[in-house]
């Protein structure tokens, strides 16, 4: 086959095979109006690769070039091939039956409600009036309600609602946009929600906390400007202080409440609708997000969703009640408790208590999936958390490999199946910490696996042996790859960038079991492929009390303290801690294990300026200490680079000696990006290589990343962001997988 740009004969015959996520998107009724609109003669079907046309006419060239430019929103179309075939005067054009076989294709992923069914949602003449289930080949659940392939009705949850006639027709009419939507309904046949809305907004207004049952779990939400609820919400939940997200009516009421930039707002309305972090503007009650300056926000993207904001609107006809701020505003967090994952049934047992008014439905989640989160950071979209509208979407890996699993790490974990060249990464998981988030690890490795249709020849861990992933992949009777945790965190971005040659990395992260045994978290590496070596990494630190010292950011301190010969102000310093003179004891006569990483350097200087002492959430300090950032500042003299260590003692040295939290977070932040810029620069010269991958948790922080991403490339050098996956452990299971695959095809190859 060649590509569709290449020219045909004239009124020829074409087989065109387009392959992708062109299933279930409305992608054969599209085929099927642009041959209506060329008036031309041919077929279409989907089939195990994606979708396959038969066409001819003499209008075939206007034709293909309409078929790449004109995919429904849905679609994502990674090929178009075509075949030249000898005419037959066939003038009539079909939708063919199904082709079976072994299927290659894959789902969509969930996606907003689009324009056409919020037109009719809130359309007092359409049989779709207020309907909370309205969808459409363009919007609506795909991933989160589908049991099986093919993406057929009966292999979701949709199987227990017989159609109407009304829907059955609009399913079986090749020029209507619900065409073989699977999930279609309405009000005479389709789920239906256990409260009326009303409800549900008299709660609220009352000042109660509400459980909703969404697209790929439940959401607990509560009015944002209510001090008191917000702190009831956290008593309840036992989430002291992370921040929670928040739901807005519409882009109209964005300004109320955060500072959003352009790409913000077009990131927050795309069709995956992920939560965005923008800076607030101060307007909420200070529960939501403590000492904190950005704020997670994100658009209604369910019709159930918009039914509760037009209600808080005074539920007016049409919709020019969007056009206007809508003074509610949501706190919408995640239903999980105690480390659990995203609560998806059972909701009155598991709920009760936490909830003033459970509010469900009969539509049954299939695959649970937690609000994606996004930051626009270095000019272009970040992930924080990859899960609900971007899943089950695959990457593409810079060639083919073996099938291979990966398993993840302990923190965030999500898990990776490749397919040739397609690397299926799935929803975040979670931290493996309970019985529950395991099972549910278990679970969307056995769902995916069987999605993807592929077995897996190898199975690929972290080197970290207690991990509960790595103990799962023990268990499956596969070959076994361990993968040296920051050597994933690089490969991971090389992979979605795809990248097959030698590159730098910098990784900055809280911990990562090393090749020699160590806690490595400050690393500078080259990366060959399935092969590291370490250059360098950040002057080691020691780490007071193991686990409890990532905890409590006041030992990290100490620590800082004890490495600049001032142990002596390690019990004044901090006497709300009871044991701080025992601490400083036990550094001064025979020390403790130490640690290179940048996420204990971020919790020492917080330590030292009295930021943070204890964090509640991962990355507490460290977040509290870039929000007092305005504009970072380098300290002369605040590092020294030797033997390839970077050390930021001198820095350390300044930050301990009384001064202002914002001055200190501002010289924190631009001298390691500076230190760090001097650190790359040399070893791009002694290697010759002009790539920098930067990965690792600390390179969420927005400051310290944009800072030193600029500060490279003045050096003329190409720092790589995340940017299809988290730079944190959630994007570590594809750094795993390209890794693992590397390695099986060169033992094949050998």
């Not at 991971?492 to 978290?521: F, K, M, N, Q, T």
Request: with cysteine; charged share 20%.
């Amino acid at each position: 086959m060649r590509p569709a740009h290449a020219p045909l004969p004239d009124a020829a015959r074409a087989r065109v095979r387009v392959r992708g996520a062109v299933q279930g998107v409305g992608f054969r009724p599209f085929v099927y109006a642009l041959a209506q609109r060329y008036r031309l003669g041919g077929f279409v079907a989907n089939d195990p690769e994606g979708v396959l046309i038969e066409v001819e006419g003499g209008a075939l060239p206007e034709f293909l070039v309409a078929l790449r430019d004109e995919a429904p929103p849905l679609a994502r179309v990674e090929s178009i091939e075509t075949e030249p075939l000898l005419p037959r005067g066939e003038h009539r054009f079909d939708i063919a039956a199904s082709r079976g076989g072994a299927v290659t294709t894959r789902i969509g992923a969930d996606a907003a409600t689009c324009e056409a069914c919020l037109d009719e949602l809130f359309d007092p003449a359409s049989r779709f009036h207020l309907y909370p289930f309205v969808n459409c080949t363009h919007c609506g659940p795909r991933y989160t309600l589908t049991l099986r392939l093919p993406y057929d009705r009966a292999n979701t949850s949709m199987s227990r609602f017989a159609m109407c006639a009304d829907c059955a027709r609009e399913y079986s009419d090749p020029s209507n946009r619900r065409f073989h939507a699977e999930p279609i309904a309405c009000p005479r046949c389709g789920p239906r929600l256990s409260h009326p809305i009303a409800d549900i907004i008299a709660c609220l207004r009352a000042g109660g906390i509400v459980a909703l049952k969404s697209l790929g779990g439940y959401h607990l939400l509560c009015d944002v400007t209510n001090e008191a609820t917000v702190a009831e919400l956290r008593r309840r939940k036992g989430r002291d202080a992370k921040p929670f997200a928040v739901m807005v009516a519409s882009e109209a009421s964005l300004d109320r409440i955060v500072e959003a930039s352009a790409a913000e707002r077009a990131l927050i309305s795309s069709v995956e609708r992920p939560i965005v972090l923008m800076r607030q503007r101060g307007a909420l009650a200070p529960s939501v997000t403590p000492g904190l300056q950005a704020l997670g926000v994100m658009l209604p993207y369910t019709p159930l969703h918009h039914l509760i904001f037009h209600a808080a609107a005074g539920s007016t006809a049409g919709r020019a009640w969007q056009n206007e701020p809508v003074d509610l505003v949501l706190v919408a967090t995640s239903a999980n408790l105690g480390g659990d994952p995203i609560v998806t049934d059972d909701a009155e047992r598991k709920l009760t208590g936490v909830a003033d008014l459970i509010v469900g439905h009969d539509r049954d989640i299939v695959v649970r999936a937690d609000d994606s989160v996004t930051a626009i950071i270095d000019g272009a979209p970040s992930f924080i958390r990859r899960a609900r509208g971007y899943t089950p979407r695959p990457l593409t890996l810079p060639r083919a490999v073996p099938p291979v699993l990966a398993v993840g790490a302990y923190l965030k974990n999500t898990i990776t199946l490749t397919r040739g060249s397609e690397a299926f990464v799935s929803q975040h998981i979670g931290d493996l910490a309970t019985a529950d988030t395991v099972r549910f690890f278990e679970q969307t490795i056995d769902h995916l696996t069987h999605l993807v249709g592929t077995a897996p020849v190898a199975v690929a861990h972290d080197l970290h042996a207690d991990f509960a992933s790595t103990r799962f992949a023990e268990t499956l009777g596969l070959p076994l790859v361990a993968v040296q945790h920051h050597h994933a965190h690089v490969a991971s971005i090389a992979a979605e960038r795809g990248l097959d040659a030698p590159l730098l990395g910098v990784v900055l992260d809280g911990h990562g079991a090393g090749s020699d045994g160590g806690a490595w978290g400050g690393e500078l590496l080259r990366v060959d492929g399935p092969r590291f070596t370490r250059l360098g990494h950040l002057a080691p630190l020691a780490l007071p009390g193991g686990d409890a010292a990532a905890r409590e950011p006041w030992r990290m301190a100490a620590a800082a303290l004890h490495g600049l010969g001032r142990d002596s102000e390690i019990a004044t310093r901090f006497p709300d801690q009871l044991r701080a003179a025992a601490l400083a004891a036990m550094l001064a006569s025979h020390g403790c294990a130490t640690t290179t990483s940048a996420g204990r350097l971020f919790d020492a200087a917080a330590g030292l300026l009295g930021v943070c002492a204890v964090q509640s959430y991962e990355g507490q300090a460290a977040m509290q200490l870039e929000a007092l950032v305005r504009h970072p500042r380098v300290l002369s003299g605040g590092w020294e680079i030797g033997a390839g260590t970077l050390d930021l003692s001198p820095l350390l040295a300044h930050l301990a000696d009384d001064i202002d939290a914002r001055d200190g977070a501002e010289l924190f932040h631009g001298t390691l990006a500076a230190a760090l810029a001097d650190w790359v620069v040399q070893a791009a010269e002694q290697t010759g290589l002009t790539t920098i991958a930067l990965g690792g948790g600390c390179f969420l922080n927005r400051v310290l990343s944009e800072d030193l991403a600029t500060r490279l490339r003045a050096r003329g050098l190409v720092p790589l962001l995340a940017r299809q996956l988290p730079p944190n452990d959630g994007g570590l299971s594809l750094g795993q997988a390209w890794i693992a695959g590397l390695l099986i095809a060169e033992q094949e190859q050998r």
